[in-house]
């Protein structure tokens, strides 16, 4: 005789960069099993690449690669509150007497930062040159090896795949009808500080964030409490 089923909720939930509702389901036993697997690893790729699947299995989504980090941020943390609670629990290290301590987050408190950010980077005023960037999606991060985000090549490859139009006084570049090499001789031209208009692109594109103040247990002194990206709240 066949064992009884458990019946799934479904619930709906809103895409941050686009608004689109999307349809999930709580993730399983066995797909927390690999999550939990991934997170005892400490391997940034590992818990990537669990978190990415159990998305892919639990939501009803189509070109998944497409979606920008912060994107897949937000749709952990909505599908984490509904497969296990809307409260969550992550280690805060003090900064006076460097001993850690909990504190207990509702999910539903966590937002996405700066999704207000102006995408289009004025570089030069005198001929209006300037750039419109688009957030980096799953696909690009992962197509960059790991080794190479912390050296100018890994940020030039960045950074030219993030450009999606430049443009001027007279005239639009849309860049699908540019060559790699041309984007590439484009940046290079670039001063110093016109460079850093485009690296602080993507030390302020939107992220889950969240803000708090806490006493340590420890010591008792106050603390602000700063958590950024999906990898702070899995400390």
């Known amino acids: 005789m066949a064992l009884p089923k458990m019946s799934i909720p479904r ?3 809103t895409l941050p960069s686009t608004g689109t509702k999307l349809n999930m389901r709580p993730y399983l036993v066995k797909e927390e099993k690999v999550l939990m697997i991934a997170l005892e690893s400490q391997d940034p790729e590992q818990i990537t690449s669990a978190v990415k699947n159990i ?5 009803n989504i ?11 941020e937000m749709l952990f943390l909505q599908l984490r509150a509904k497969s296990v609670g809307e409260r969550m629990e992550v280690q805060i290290k003090c900064t006076d007497c460097e001993k850690m301590s909990p504190i207990a987050i509702n999910i539903d408190e ?5 999704q207000d950010l102006d995408r289009n980077i004025l570089l030069e005023k005198e001929n209006g040159v300037g750039v419109t960037m688009k957030y980096p999606s799953l696909e690009l991060i992962g197509a960059i090896a790991p080794e190479k985000f912390n050296s100018i090549e890994g940020v030039m ?3 030219v795949d993030c450009i999606e139009i430049i443009f001027d006084d007279d005239n639009v570049y849309n860049l699908n009808n540019e060559s790699r090499e041309e984007v590439i001789n484009f940046i290079e031209s670039l001063n110093t500080q016109q460079f850093k208009k ?3 692109f993507f030390q302020d ?4 964030a969240y803000e708090t103040k806490k006493n340590c247990t420890h010591c008792g002194e106050s603390q602000e409490i700063k958590l950024r990206g999906l990898n702070s709240f899995f400390s």
């Open 205 to 208: 594109s939107p992220a889950v």
């Open 198 to 200: 485009i690296q602080a």
């Open 157 to 159: 490859d960045l950074i």
């Open 55 to 59: 998305i892919a299995t639990c939501y």
């Open 11 to 13: 619930y709906t939930v």
């Open 110 to 114: 966590i937002k996405v930062s700066n």
């Open 62 to 72: 189509d070109g998944m690669d497409n979606l920008t980090v912060f994107d897949i």
